[in-house]
């Protein structure tokens, strides 16, 4: 049984920052490429940050040189580094392998003063 459990998410103020984690199991996840992804309240869920098996990253532009999105195969966890935060990054985060239809339960993360 695939879970994915994400965790770190709160209240921050805008400059802040934030460490996602998603802690895998039920997958042989250091075959997997791993991404985050983010849900706006009235807006589709956007890919934003992304990681191979090998460790080569992609990022949205809206994130990059923000956000770093790292990895630990033997822990089976990904996580996402979040600095200088904005009102805009306020969302619900979802870690996913790639490619799958699993998806966890997401975090909460709100940046507002």
């Known amino acids: 049984q695939v879970q994915l459990v994400e965790s770190g998410g709160g209240l921050v103020q805008p400059g802040g920052s934030l460490r996602l984690s998603c802690a895998a199991s039920?997958?042989?996840?250091?075959?997997?490429?791993m991404g985050w992804y983010r849900q706006a309240p009235g807006k589709q869920r956007e890919l934003v940050a992304h990681?191979?098996?090998?460790?080569?990253?992609n990022y949205a532009d809206s994130v990059k040189g923000r956000f770093t999105i790292s990895r630990d195969n033997a822990k089976k966890m990904v996580y996402l580094q979040m600095n200088s935060l904005k009102p805009e990054d306020t969302a619900v985060y979802y870690c996913?392998?790639?490619?799958?239809?699993?998806w966890g339960q997401g975090t909460q993360v709100t940046v507002s003063s």
């Open positions: 990681i191979t098996s090998a460790g080569s990253t």
């Open positions: 039920g997958i042989i996840f250091s075959s997997y490429a």
């Open positions: 996913k392998p790639r490619p799958s239809g699993f």
